[in-house]
């Protein structure tokens, strides 16, 4: 079965920075590209970033782009997400997930995710 | 507010049938057939229930149906279950901006 387990979340001051990891099993990893989804408590869905299998193409929100790095160990079967200068606006879980295309480019099809990193962004 | 436009909430009987709409513009839904809708139940992660418009994953009931019309595509649960009370939300391919992906609000599904 596909498992993507994240890891790192938990209390950052503002204007502080986080790495959450995510380990991925069930699935031949380097083959697929790989997504982090954010949800602020109570609300939606925001897509976070993206990058394809072999990790050289990457994508980002506005809304984060300037401020956070999403990169791969595909020997680890690990997935990483990166962001500095946080705000309150950042708190929210962060999903690690799949995406459903297994040549590892970017469909945005996401058929697998974890249950979530807690990010809370407080003084 | 989100790129992607969906009522917030939608309700019907057990076993009656509910659209759910996403509407966004052509360079989202109406410029691509790439449109996805994921289930959430409360405190849980969301499932993908539907891409690429009207395709199921494994293990998805055929009660869960999808289309597209012009800028807006739709989401239809038939014969209505307890257990498909949930929040609802579409995504779509985006060829205009940096993030690939956008969501839709999402939709408060109730069985009555």
């Known amino acids: 079965d596909v498992m993507l387990v994240e890891s790192g979340g938990g209390l950052v001051q503002p204007g502080g920075s986080l790495r959450l990891s995510c380990a991925a099993s069930?699935?031949?990893?380097?083959?697929?590209?790989m997504h982090w989804v954010r949800q602020a408590p109570g609300r939606g869905l925001e897509f976070i970033a993206a990058?394809?299998?072999?990790?050289?193409?990457?994508y980002y929100a506005d809304s984060v782009k300037d401020r956070s790095s999403i990169s791969r160990d595909n020997s680890k079967n690990t997935l990483y997400l990166e962001m500095r200068s946080l705000g309150r606006e950042d708190t929210a879980k962060y999903y690690c997930?799949?995406?459903?295309?297994?040549?590892?480019?970017?469909?945005?099809?996401?058929?697998?995710w974890g249950q979530g990193a807690t990010v809370t962004v407080s003084s | 507010q989100s790129a992607l436009t969906q009522p917030p909430s939608a309700s019907g009987s057990p076993g009656q049938s509910v659209t759910i709409s996403c509407t966004g513009s052509g360079s989202d839904v109406g410029g691509y057939h790439r449109v996805s809708w994921y289930q959430q139940h409360p405190g849980k992660a969301p499932r993908l229930i539907l891409y690429e418009v009207t395709r199921r994953p494994s293990g998805v009931p055929d009660r869960f149906s999808g289309s597209k019309s012009g800028n807006t595509a739709s989401l239809t649960v038939s014969g209505l279950q307890a257990e498909d009370e949930a929040d609802y939300y579409c995504?779509?391919?985006?060829?205009?901006?940096?993030?690939?992906?956008?969501f839709g609000g999402g939709t408060r599904l109730t069985v009555l």
């Open positions: 069930g699935f031949n990893f380097s083959s697929c590209a």
């Open positions: 995504s779509s391919y985006s060829g205009t901006t940096n993030a690939p992906a956008l």
């Open positions: 990058i394809y299998g072999h990790g050289k193409i990457m």
């Open positions: 997930v799949k995406d459903n295309d297994l040549s590892g480019y970017y469909s945005g099809n996401m058929d697998a």
